[in-house]
């Protein structure tokens, strides 16, 4: 089957088409049409809304309510968590995830990507003369930034946004006086059309979807065949012992339970030995 001048629906708030239409068209021939569902119900960024379960959940229900909203039979979404990387803890890192649906053949495709490359951070401040470095360190003015109080009780003062050096003391100015330590809180938007930097990345992620969705499983033959899981245990080459290096990738189908398993063939050296290296 093939998606050729098939339209899909973006469900999103934060003109996501500028980094998704773009690999979509000119590789499967969709058209991604923005719906603008209150995804804010979903979660917010800046905390007011916690996200109502997991990203993949939160995924699924963004793409059935673009779908129920459009009357579309393909839907799209994006979502996105920050934080410390997994494997180096003080380095900031950006976890993306994607979801295609297809209601009519009744499956879905999910992908993600975890980068460092991100201009995530916050810092509290007392005057504004330290906002510059920040400003200079995370982008500003391409990037924008949130104000708050730090002692934060009514979470309906907010400023989201900000791209001016005006509107930065505007804010700064109204947070300082309702907080108590007279501290501000600045934050990164992590909002996609605040973040050139994250709509960068978002692309990114958005050709790695398509290029799987133009894969088509050996025995239905349905789009999205890739890279399902992995099994690690690569054997040491010198004693026999698993390790944690990957043994095998196993790819599989979204649609049907078809799967095949591509086994590493090579072995590790003795340093990534439980082991010979403990």
């Not at 649906?101 to 504004?128: H, L, P, Q």
């Not at 969705?213 to 992995?230: Q, Y």
């Not at 690569?234 to 095998?248: A, F, S």
């Amino acid at each position: 089957m093939t998606y050729q001048d098939n339209y899909c629906v973006l469900n999103t708030l934060h003109s996501k088409s500028e980094a998704l239409a773009e690999p979509f068209l000119k590789e499967l021939g969709i058209r991604v049409i923005e719906q603008r569902g209150d995804t804010d119900q979903l979660g917010t960024f800046s905390g007011e809304v916690e996200r109502p379960g997991t990203m993949f959940e939160v995924l699924k229900k963004k793409c059935e309510m673009g779908i129920e909203l459009s009357g579309f039979k393909l839907g799209l979404a994006s979502e996105g968590s920050f934080g410390s990387h997994p494997s180096i803890p003080f380095l900031a890192c950006d976890y993306e995830a994607l979801m295609f649906m297809d209601r009519e053949n009744d499956f879905f495709v999910y992908e993600t990507i975890i980068t460092e490359n991100t201009n995530y951070k916050s810092k509290d401040i007392k005057e504004e003369h330290e906002f510059f470095n920040f400003a200079e360190t995370i982008k500003f003015p391409s990037h924008g930034i949130i104000l708050r109080p730090l002692e934060w009780e009514d979470k309906s003062l907010i400023f989201k946004g900000i791209k001016t050096l005006e509107g930065f003391r505007n804010a700064f100015k109204i947070c300082q006086k309702a907080s108590s330590s007279k501290s501000v809180r600045l934050e990164t938007d992590m909002r996609a059309h605040m973040n050139p930097t994250r709509m960068m990345v978002i692309r990114v992620l958005a050709q790695r979807l398509c290029l799987r969705l133009k894969m088509k499983c050996p025995k239905c033959r349905m789009p999205g065949w890739g890279k399902v899981r992995i099994l690690n245990g690569l054997e040491c080459r010198e004693c026999g012992t698993p390790t944690e290096k990957i043994k095998e990738e196993i790819f599989g189908c979204v649609k049907c339970s078809y799967e095949q398993s591509v086994r590493k063939e090579e072995i590790v050296g003795p340093e990534n030995c439980p082991y010979c290296n403990p």
